[in-house]
């Protein structure tokens, strides 16, 4: 029963949660329609972004939440079967206090009785500046003992339609006892 439980709550961020664009840019079918008739006239653009995300577990007010654990979790060296639901903010900088640019929202879980190691769905969610209303969407592996994690953009919203690219993330700061983390992202993506 808790493994349909935990595949539906996937089924449900895939489907309803990807937010739509609420910036400049209109989602009518139409809309919609003619951005593609004119896409063939369209140049592709890379646009690099760099930003950090703040994972909240321990607080008066998480950014992460647990949302369920199988029998053996609390037995796992890896905590296998752990499944966190997040609304983690995306900072200009490191610092908690740092201007906020965005979110990440989604679902991460982990996936590996061998080593620590997530499998993340995620929507970026820009609410500043020049991609404001714009999403990403990632779906990657995550072992995030591991230096570096690559994990690939399968598309976006608003600015970032049709976006593809990759996301290199890094810890930033990882505290062990209340299990809040900071990550560091730089994003290539290609849009048009």
């Known amino acids: 029963m ?5 595949a ?7 489907i309803f949660a990807a937010p739509l664009a609420r910036g400049s840019i209109d989602q009518s079918p139409k809309a919609v329609e003619k951005w593609f008739k004119e896409l063939r006239r369209g140049k592709e653009e890379m646009t690099k972004l760099h930003f950090y995300l703040h994972d909240i577990i321990t607080a008066k007010n998480p950014t992460a939440v647990i949302v369920a654990q199988a029998k053996i979790t609390s037995k796992s060296p890896t905590k296998f079967g752990e499944t966190v639901v997040l609304d983690d903010p995306l900072t200009q900088g490191p610092e908690p206090y740092s201007k906020i640019i965005g979110h990440a929202q989604g679902i991460y879980s982990f996936v590996s009785k061998e080593e620590k190691s997530l499998i993340m769905i995620l929507n970026l969610v820009f609410k500043d500046g020049k991609f404001n209303g714009s999403t990403l969407s990632l779906l990657a ?23 593809r690219g990759i996301a290199t993330e890094k810890t930033y700061a990882a505290n062990v006892t ?11 993506v290609l849009h048009y």
């Open 2 to 6: 808790q493994v349909l439980n935990i």
């Open 8 to 14: 539906m709550l996937w089924l449900a961020v895939v």
């Open 141 to 163: 592996s995550n072992p995030f003992l591991h230096e570096y994690r690559e994990m690939p953009i399968l598309g976006g919203t608003g600015a970032f339609r049709l976006a």
């Open 178 to 188: 209340t299990k809040n983390a900071i990550a560091e992202y730089h994003v290539l």
